[in-house]
C-alpha cells in the first residue's frame, strides 16, 4: 500500500468515527437512535455459551432471521476467576464478540449485571467473592459495593477503550445494571432500596452516552427504564410515562434440568406473545434466548441444570436454524419491520369484542396498521371490523397491512419444519472401515487414609464441618470429608448392625467407610438437600470413613442465593438400634480432613499429554471412579459434531483437553407428563410441552469443531463417577434429517437442508385440503394433480428450493375453500441416489 492511500484510507476511518457516533435516546414510545424512534427487535447470544468459531455464524442467522439487535450477559466468575486476575481469552472475548456484532451492522446491548442469573454458575458471582470478610450480595454492603463497581467499572473502561458504546460510533445502544432485583427486593428492606439508587447512580457516573436499563424493577430511579421479563408482557406498563415499553426477556423456551424431560414453546406461541407486545405499544423487545448454547466446563449453575442449554431457542444448541420457529418469527419481524414508522408514531386506538377479542389500529399521516388479537385459548373469533369479516383463530393475532390485508397470523405457520437427526459417522462414509473405539482405563482412588493417615496433601482440617464452596472456592465439584472413628468393644454403639446417617447439601454424596464403596445418593426432586442413611460395615479399633461430596452446580437465584450452604452440613451420626431404641454416636464435630477435588484432577488426567497410568486391559464397566480414554478421527464435513454417551453413568467429559461438560446420562427423565402433539393455545409454563419421558435427560453432548483437530488423533477422557460402560460412546453429527412444510396459498413455500447436503426425496407433497402434522400428512378429499411432480421437479438434488403456492403454480385442487394449503414432506441427504 502506498503511503499515500493509506494515509487516504486513514483519514477516512476517521472521518466514519465522527460520522457514525450514534445518538441513542428514548421517549415515551421508543428507543431513539438519532432521534429516529425505531422498533428493535434483539436476541440473546451468551458469547461463553458457544466458541469464537460459531459467533459470526450465529450472529449471521440471526440478522437473516430479523434481529437487529444482539443482547448479552457479562459473566464475572468467568472473567476473573481469582481476585484480579482476569481472563478475556478465548471465548470469554467480549470485546471481539461485541466487535462480531458490530461486522454485522447489529446493535447491541449489553447486560453488565454483574449478577446475571442465567442459570449460569453461581449467578455469574466468583465463589471468592463470598469467601471475603464481611460480604453480603446485591445490597446496602461496602465489601459487595466495592468489588461490583471494580468489575463494573473493568468492563465499562474495556468498552470504552474499544470504542464500542454507540456514543462512540459502536454498536452498544443500551446497558443494563443489576438484574431483576425488584423480583427479591423485600428481603432486603431499606437496605435493598438503597442499594438500587446506589446502582443508579454508578451507571450514571460512567458516562457512557446511551441508556441503562434495569429490568423486573418498577422502582428504578430516572432516568433508568424499567423493562418487563416474562413469557408475556403486553400488560406491561414502565414506570414513567417518559419511558419506552420494552422487554428484556422474552422467553423462547425453558432450560432443562437433569432428571428433567424437554421443555418447548411452540412457534405460534412465541409469535403470539411478540405480536401482541407491539400489538399494545411496544417497540423494544429481546428473545431470551436465540441462542442458548452449551453450559461448557462446569458453568452451569442450577443446581442441576444440564450442559445442554439449548432453549428450543430459534437458534438450537449447535447453531442449526430450528424450524419453524426462526423462520416464523423472521416472517413476523419483517412484517412489523415495514411497519416501523406508524407503530412508533401512530395513535392507537382499540375496539373490544369481548371474550378476549381487541382489534387495535395505528394511524400515521394518513398510512394505517391493523391487529386482531384473539387471545381466548379456546374459540376461534369472526368478526366485522371496518364492514368486513375476518376470523381470527383462538390464541392468535392477526396483521393487517393497511389495515384490510391480512399479511400474517401468529397461528399460521408457512415456512419449514426441520427434523434433526444425529448421524453416525460410519453411516454416511460406508467405503471408511467403521470405527469402533478403543479404551483405555485407570481408576480414580478412593481410599483416603493409610495407618490413620490422610494420603496427600490436605487443604484444611477442622474439628467441623464446613462449608464446601469455603473450602473449595469452587475450584472443583467434588471435596472430600475424610475422619476417623475409634470404636472399642465398650462403646455403646457397637453392634454387628451400624448405620451411617449423613445430612448433606451437596448434591451428591458418596461414602467409602475402610476403603470399602459403602454407597452414594443424590438429590432428587428439585430438593437438594437430603439424609444419607446406609449400614455401614465398622470394626474394633480406627475406622476411617470417607465421604466426597460432588455439586452439580451452585445455585444462581433467590435473595439470599449466596449464602445457601453446600456440601456435608451435618449432623454426621453412627446409629445402632438396641432394643428397640437408637443409640447414636455424633461425629458431627469430629476432627475432619478436607481434600480439594479428584486425583485425576490435580494430575490432569484429562490433558492428552498425560499418557501415564493408563491400562488397556479388563476394561472394567460399571465400577464407580473410572477414567475412560480413547482416540478418534474427527467427523467429515461441517455439521456439527456430538458425542453420545449412552451406557454411562455420572462424570464429566473432555476432548482434547477442553472440559465439555458434565454428563449423566443415567438421569432419566420422568415418566409422566409428556405429549405427543403440543397445542400452541393457551398460557405457556415449563411442563406445558414436554417430550422424552422416562428417556436421559441429555443424552448428546456437543463437541465445538474447533476443540477437533483435523485428523484421527482427538482424545477423549471421561470421568465415570457412578458407573457404566463406555461401549456405546460414538461421534455423530447433527443434520436436518427430514423437513415438512405447510403454507397457504398466496405464501412462498421454501424448503432447505443443511450446507452439506441435498433434497433426495420428496416423500409427500399435496395441494388442497392435506390432513395431519408433520411426519404424518394425508392427502384430504381433494389435491392437485400435479403438486408432486411440480415439486420434485424443482426440489431434487438442491439444497434448497422454493415454490409459490398458488393453483398456477401446482395446479388446480378442485377444492372448495377459501384458502389452499400446500403439504410437503422431504429427506435430505448427502447424494440423491440412494
Ligand atoms: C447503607 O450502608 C451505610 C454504610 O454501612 C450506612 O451508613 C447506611 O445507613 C446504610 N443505609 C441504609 C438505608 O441502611
Ligand atoms: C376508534 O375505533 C372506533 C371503532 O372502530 C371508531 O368508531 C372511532 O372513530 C375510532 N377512533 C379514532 C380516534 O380513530
Ligand atoms: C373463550 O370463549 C369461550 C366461548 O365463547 C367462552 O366461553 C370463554 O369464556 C372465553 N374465555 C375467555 C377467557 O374469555
Ligand atoms: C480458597 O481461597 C482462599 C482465600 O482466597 C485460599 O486461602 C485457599 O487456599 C483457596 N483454596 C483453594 C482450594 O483454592
Ligand atoms: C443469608 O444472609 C442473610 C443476611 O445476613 C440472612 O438473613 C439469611 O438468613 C442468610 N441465609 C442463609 C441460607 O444462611
Ligand atoms: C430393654 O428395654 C426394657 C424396657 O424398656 C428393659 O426392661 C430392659 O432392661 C432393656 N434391655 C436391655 C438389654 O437394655
Ligand atoms: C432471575 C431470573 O430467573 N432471571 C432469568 C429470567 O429467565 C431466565 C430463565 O431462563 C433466566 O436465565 C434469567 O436470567
Not at 416501523?340 to 373490544?352: A, F
Request: charged share 20%; net charge neutral; with cysteine.
Amino acid at each position: 500500500m502506498t503511503g499515500r492511500l493509506a494515509f487516504f484510507l486513514l483519514s477516512l476511518t476517521l472521518i466514519n468515527l465522527a460520522i457514525t457516533a450514534t445518538k441513542v435516546s428514548y421517549d415515551s414510545r421508543a428507543i431513539t437512535i438519532d432521534g429516529k424512534r425505531r422498533l428493535l427487535f434483539s436476541g440473546s447470544i451468551h458469547y461463553p455459551r458457544s466458541t469464537t468459531g460459531m459467533w459470526p455464524s450465529l450472529i449471521k442467522k440471526a440478522k437473516e432471521g430479523g434481529l437487529n439487535t444482539i443482547e448479552t450477559y457479562v459473566f464475572w466468575n468467568a472473567h476473573e476467576p481469582q481476585p484480579r486476575q482476569y481472563d478475556f481469552s478465548g471465548n470469554l472475548d467480549l470485546v471481539k464478540f461485541i466487535k462480531t456484532i458490530q461486522k454485522e451492522g447489529l446493535y447491541a446491548v449489553l447486560r453488565i449485571g454483574p449478577y446475571v442469573c442465567a442459570e449460569w454458575n453461581y449467578g455469574g458471582f466468583p465463589v471468592w467473592l463470598h469467601n471475603m470478610p464481611n460480604m453480603e450480595f446485591r445490597t446496602n454492603n461496602t465489601a459487595y459495593m466495592n468489588e461490583m463497581q471494580t468489575f463494573t467499572t473493568l468492563i465499562v473502561e474495556k468498552m470504552k477503550h474499544a470504542n464500542l458504546f454507540a456514543s462512540q460510533g459502536g454498536p452498544i445502544i443500551l446497558a443494563q445494571i443489576e438484574n431483576e432485583y425488584g423480583n427479591i427486593m423485600s428481603a432486603y428492606g431499606e437496605d435493598g432500596k438503597e442499594y438500587v439508587k446506589w446502582c443508579a447512580q454508578l451507571a450514571e457516573s460512567y458516562k457512557i452516552g446511551v441508556p441503562w436499563i434495569m429490568c423486573q424493577q418498577s422502582n428504578a430511579p430516572d432516568p433508568m427504564i424499567n423493562t418487563c421479563n416474562g413469557w408475556y408482557c403486553d400488560q406491561f406498563k414502565p414506570n414513567s410515562k417518559n419511558k419506552p415499553k420494552m422487554w428484556t426477556e422474552n422467553w423462547t423456551g425453558w432450560f432443562k434440568n437433569w432428571g428433567g424431560q424437554i421443555p418447548h414453546r411452540t412457534a405460534q406461541d412465541v409469535a403470539f406473545a411478540v405480536a401482541r407486545f407491539y400489538q399494545f405499544g411496544g417497540t423494544f423487545q429481546n428473545y431470551y434466548m436465540y441462542h442458548g448454547g452449551t453450559n461448557f466446563g462446569r458453568t452451569s449453575g442450577g443446581p442441576y441444570i444440564t450442559t445442554s442449554y439449548d432453549y428450543d431457542a430459534p437458534l438450537d444448541e449447535f447453531g442449526n436454524l430450528n424450524q419453524p420457529k426462526w423462520g416464523h418469527l423472521k416472517q413476523l419481524h419483517e412484517v412489523l419491520k415495514s411497519m416501523e414508522e406508524v407503530l412508533t408514531h401512530g395513535t392507537s386506538n382499540n375496539t373490544h369484542y369481548g371474550n378476549m377479542m381487541t382489534a387495535t389500529a395505528y394511524r400515521y399521516n394518513g398510512k394505517s396498521v391493523c391487529f386482531l388479537g384473539n387471545a381466548n385459548a379456546t374459540s376461534d373469533a369472526t368478526i366485522m371490523f371496518q364492514s368486513t369479516q375476518y376470523t381470527v383463530p383462538a390464541w392468535s393475532v392477526s396483521i393487517l397491512k393497511d389495515c384490510t390485508t391480512e399479511v400474517y397470523n401468529t397461528a399460521k405457520v408457512n415456512v419449514q419444519t426441520s427434523i434433526m437427526a444425529m448421524k453416525d459417522d460410519e453411516a454416511d462414509n460406508k467405503d471408511d472401515e467403521p470405527t469402533s473405539l478403543n479404551w483405555q482405563w485407570m481408576h480414580e482412588p478412593h481410599v483416603q487414609m493409610k495407618d490413620g493417615q490422610v494420603l496427600g496433601s490436605v487443604s484444611t482440617k477442622a474439628p467441623k464441618l464446613m462449608d464446601q464452596k469455603v473450602v473449595t472456592n469452587d475450584t472443583s465439584d467434588y471435596l472430600w470429608y475424610i475422619t476417623s472413628v475409634d470404636i472399642s468393644k465398650n462403646d455403646p454403639i457397637w453392634s454387628n448392625d451400624i448405620k451411617l446417617r449423613v445430612k448433606t447439601h451437596g448434591h451428591v454424596l458418596h461414602v467409602f467407610v475402610n476403603g470399602g464403596q459403602a454407597g452414594y445418593q443424590y438429590a432428587q426432586h428439585g430438593k437438594y438437600s437430603f439424609t444419607y442413611e446406609a449400614k455401614i460395615k465398622l470394626k474394633q479399633g480406627k475406622n476411617e470413613i470417607s465421604l466426597l461430596s460432588g455439586t452439580v452446580g451452585l445455585p444462581n437465584y433467590g435473595a439470599h442465593f449466596g449464602n445457601v450452604s453446600v456440601g456435608v452440613c451435618g449432623p454426621v451420626h453412627l446409629v445402632a438400634v438396641k432394643n428397640n431404641t437408637e443409640v447414636v454416636k455424633d461425629i458431627t464435630n469430629n476432627v475432619w480432613s478436607y481434600k480439594v477435588g479428584l486425583n485425576g484432577e490435580i494430575v490432569k488426567q484429562y490433558s492428552p499429554d498425560n499418557k501415564k497410568g493408563w491400562n488397556s486391559n479388563a476394561l472394567p464397566s460399571d465400577r464407580v471412579f473410572v477414567w475412560y480414554k480413547t482416540i478418534f478421527k474427527s467427523p467429515k464435513g461441517t455439521d456439527p459434531v456430538v458425542v453420545d454417551l449412552r451406557g454411562l453413568g455420572k462424570g464429566q467429559a473432555w476432548v482434547n483437553g477442553n472440559n465439555i461438560g458434565r454428563y449423566w446420562t443415567s438421569y432419566l427423565a420422568d415418566e409422566n407428563d409428556c405429549i405427543s402433539t403440543c397445542d400452541y393455545r393457551g398460557t405457556y409454563h415449563p411442563k406445558k410441552c414436554i417430550t422424552k419421558c422416562g428417556r436421559p435427560s441429555q443424552r448428546w453432548y456437543h463437541i465445538p469443531r474447533s476443540f477437533l483437530r483435523n485428523d484421527d488423533q482427538n482424545t477423549l477422557v471421561l470421568f465415570e463417577e457412578f458407573g457404566g460402560h463406555p461401549y456405546d460412546v460414538k461421534l455423530a453429527t447433527v443434520t436436518v434429517d427430514k423437513i415438512c412444510a405447510n403454507a397457504y396459498e398466496g405464501h412462498v413455500l421454501e424448503l432447505a437442508c443443511s450446507e452439506d447436503r441435498v433434497i433426495s426425496d420428496i416423500k409427500f407433497a399435496s395441494f388442497g385440503v392435506p390432513k395431519g402434522e408433520c411426519g404424518s400428512f394425508e392427502k384430504g378429499q381433494c389435491e392437485s394433480p400435479t403438486a408432486l411432480s411440480v415439486l420434485r421437479r424443482r426440489c431434487l438434488g438442491k439444497q434448497g428450493c422454493s415454490v409459490e403456492v398458488s393453483e398456477r403454480m401446482l395446479g388446480p385442487s378442485g377444492c372448495r375453500v377459501p384458502q389452499n394449503r400446500l403439504a410437503v414432506e422431504a429427506v435430505c441427504d448427502i447424494t440423491t441416489n440412494k
